[in-house]
């Protein structure tokens, strides 16, 4: 898009959000929806993060609070079983972490720049106060 | 189709208003979202009342402001509507903000202006302050001299903003009271004709095409928008009057009544010119007439489209003029006038030699009388003998105490 000039473009303040027609858009998994280069969906915001949630499985019971409280919609669920975040559109809120119910939390939040694996292995352990 | 047809005599004594109201039943127009205001009230009213007779299938969404109303007219412009509304003096400058993204997003919708006079001092006659505002807003502007150029005006004004190379609003002008509330013999279409004129509405980029999502009126800053300010004025500049000539060419083989970017009376043997809009043309034509009869060659050169400036063919009709008057119905406040700077641009670097010198007139509906223009020919005429402007660049006709001049 950077090299489309001035009359290359369609008229109007007006962006598409697909290529070419859409069907049942609702029950087509964003992956497999055909969006358009202008958009959102194609720009990575991870830049605007300075802090990133850190996703451990092995505590994880699939209630889904955080898919549900996600604001950007930055939380993969797949037939309810939570698998990842989307590090393109997370922008580090932490609002999965804050709603975790897991003792520990399955989500944490950690510098921008930690390295995953160790933070995943040095997990901290259950909080028995709790 | 649901609604009613109206059966029209073959000339109507029509007010510039009901003219207008007429035109928009006729186009069958999707959404009207209005708000009153004198003296262009009386077009939506008579709009509503089609409606509610069931002449129109549409719907007329009232409204708290003309903010509102022109947001309204956008709103459902990008969902795929025909879309008109009508307004005046400090309702247009209310709108003026909506005016700029209704172009932007290059949105088909027809405005009625009923020209009116801006506040302070309030006045709610007619002069061409409002017009004025609105010519840097990239709309479409057609200016009617009288109740018939209304009614024709709305038709074209719809067929070349519609138009998908174009998809530009435009403005339909007619003079507050003068022309809004005089009623004359108005030549009808009949309502096929009409609509069958301006044809069904063609969507484009709707947002009511749910298979193709889009998002309408989207930012961009220094990376984007000068593209798409350069688009707009590019398809302005360089695809709008091809498609008026289109429609005024078709319009005249519909009708018989012939329209012209520029309307020339007796302007090609002419020395002395007067370049005026609205209702004064009428006027200037009448007097030109009788100073042909004492000797002067006089003519009248009338802008029947003000955006896009029609830089050209203004250029082209004056070259062999030895004076011209520009006749500016709008307070200059600090200038010298539109109509004298548009025009001196469309000369300066030609071969004329025209002298060239402006007057400001009728400001609030203060009349422009015969007498007014017989003494204005009389000087042009004395600069082409004097071979140079002898008055100052900038005169005020018709205002009371000293006589008022600058430059």
Request: charge should be neutral; hydrophobic fraction near 45%.
């Given at each position: 898009m950077a090299n489309t000039g001035w009359d290359e473009f369609e008229i109007g303040a007006m962006l598409r959000s697909f290529d070419g027609k859409i069907d049942d858009i609702a029950g087509t998994l964003q992956e497999d929806r055909a969006y358009?280069?202008?958009?959102?969906?194609?720009?990575?915001?991870?830049?605007?993060?300075?802090e990133k949630p850190v996703f451990n499985k092995d505590f994880c019971i699939d209630c889904q609070f955080c898919w549900v409280y996600c604001p950007d919609i930055s939380i993969i669920s797949r037939d309810k079983k939570m698998i990842g975040i989307d590090m393109d559109h997370c922008k580090g809120c932490g609002i999965c972490v804050e709603v975790c119910p897991t003792n520990p939390k399955s989500l944490l939040m950690f510098p921008e720049h930690a390295d995953e694996e160790a933070e995943l292995t040095n997990w901290p352990a259950k909080d028995e106060e709790k | 189709m649901s609604f009613k047809k109206m059966e029209l005599r073959e000339v109507e004594v029509w007010d510039g208003n009901f003219a207008a109201a007429q035109a928009m039943r006729q186009c069958q127009i999707d959404v009207v979202a209005a708000y009153p205001i004198t003296p262009s009230t009386p077009i939506v009213e008579g709009y509503a009342k089609f409606l509610a007779d069931n002449y129109v299938e549409g719907e007329f969404v009232m409204v708290e402001s003309e903010h509102a109303a022109m947001s309204g007219c956008i709103g459902a412009a990008a969902a795929g509507g025909r879309v008109a509304t009508a307004t005046s003096s400090q309702g247009f400058a209310l709108m003026v903000e909506t005016l700029y993204q209704a172009s932007g997003m290059r949105l088909p919708i027809v405005l009625n202006v009923v020209n009116r006079a801006l506040a302070a001092p309030l006045n709610v006659n007619g002069d061409h302050s409002d017009m004025y505002l609105g010519r840097d807003s990239g709309w479409i502007q057609f200016d009617a001299y009288c109740p018939q150029d209304a009614y024709d005006l709305n038709f074209i004004a719809f067929k070349v903003s519609e138009d998908h190379d174009v998809r530009l609003p435009a403005m339909v002008h007619q003079d507050g009271f003068m022309t809004s509330h005089t009623a004359q013999g108005v030549k009808t279409l009949t309502d096929d004709q009409g609509y069958n004129f301006v044809g069904d509405y063609k969507p484009m980029n709707d947002m009511l095409d749910f298979e193709h999502p889009v998002t309408h009126g989207v930012q961009t800053e220094e990376d984007w928008h000068f593209e798409h300010k350069a688009r707009q004025h590019n398809d302005l500049m360089t695809k709008v009057f091809p498609k008026i000539e289109q429609a005024f060419a078709d319009f005249e083989k519909l009708s018989g009544r012939k329209y012209n970017i520029v309307e020339k009376y007796d302007v090609d043997d002419a020395d002395v010119v007067v370049v005026c809009m609205g209702t004064s043309v009428e006027t200037a034509r009448e007097v030109a007439a009788e100073m042909r009869e004492k000797g002067i060659k006089a003519g009248v050169l009338g802008l029947r489209v003000i955006r896009p400036f029609p830089f050209k063919q203004i250029s082209e009709a004056l070259q062999n003029v030895k004076a011209i008057a520009t006749l500016d119905r709008s307070n200059p406040n600090g200038a010298a006038g539109m109509l004298f700077n548009e025009i001196a641009g469309s000369l300066f670097n030609t071969d004329t030699k025209a002298l060239l010198s402006g007057y400001i007139y009728g400001l609030g509906g203060r009349d422009l009388t015969k007498a007014h223009l017989t003494d204005l020919f009389t000087e042009l005429q004395a600069n082409v003998d004097a071979g140079k402007v002898t008055t100052p660049l900038q005169q005020f006709i018709g205002v009371r105490g000293p006589k008022l001049s600058f430059l």
């Open positions: 358009s280069q202008s958009n959102s969906f194609v720009a990575s915001v991870a830049d605007w993060r300075i | -």
